[in-house]
């Protein structure tokens, strides 16, 4: 499954899905800035063009990224952001790396049988008392025709592989060590925004 899914999106990377928005990044940074201090290093999973990355790096952190896409990776390369290809169950990085993790639009791309997995990573490569900032949809989602053609040839019929309700993601991460410090209710009852910590 791993290697259909990064042939997947990196086909999609090359018609030009996902541009960069960072609308979904930036609910974050207000506790980003007040929690980690500028120096410290934080890794974006899923970091897709690196634009959330290069904001980052602009207020003064050190900032990583993994994609599942080669053709992410090598846009984010070439424009000298550190970037790894992997996965979110199997992290290219040190135990207790990172001040903070952000995994934003990402874990509903993950499957199912790969999430605990996902949520031991980013313990792993935290530091004690480092910081999740997590952004998850709740619904199952449909994209344009040349989307939905790409899906069908590599045999998935929605980029949504894990869709569940808002209990079953925090009792993912508080029975991976985690403690849930804040919910972001933006009045959006299709989207789940939390910060966490490692205990």
Avoid at 17 to 35: A, E, V
Avoid at 152 to 159: A, F, K, Q, T
Wanted: proline share 1%.
């Amino acid at each position: 499954m791993d290697e259909r899914l990064r042939n997947l999106y990196n086909n999609l990377f090359s018609v030009g899905y996902h541009k960069g928005d960072l609308t979904h990044s930036r609910i974050f940074y207000p506790t980003i800035k007040q929690t980690i201090q500028k120096g410290n290093k934080i890794l974006d999973i899923g970091c897709a063009t690196g634009v959330a990355m290069r904001e980052l790096e602009l207020e003064g952190y050190c900032v990583f990224g993994v994609d599942i896409s080669d053709i992410a990776v090598n846009n984010c390369v070439k424009r000298g952001l550190w970037v790894k290809q992997s996965y979110a169950h199997k992290l290219e990085y040190d135990t207790d790396m990172f001040d903070a993790v952000l995994c934003t639009d990402v874990l509903e791309h993950v499957p199912e049988e790969n999430l605990q997995d996902s949520a031991k990573e980013m313990f792993r490569v935290l530091k004690q008392d480092g910081r999740i900032f997590i952004r998850i949809c709740l619904e199952m989602e449909t994209h344009k025709e040349k989307y939905q053609k790409i899906q069908e040839r590599y045999g998935v019929s929605c980029l949504h592989l894990s869709v569940f309700h808002k209990g079953f993601w925090l009792d993912l991460f508080t029975a991976n060590g985690f403690i849930i410090e804040e919910e972001i209710s933006l009045n959006n009852t299709k989207w789940l925004n939390f910060i966490g910590r490692k205990t």
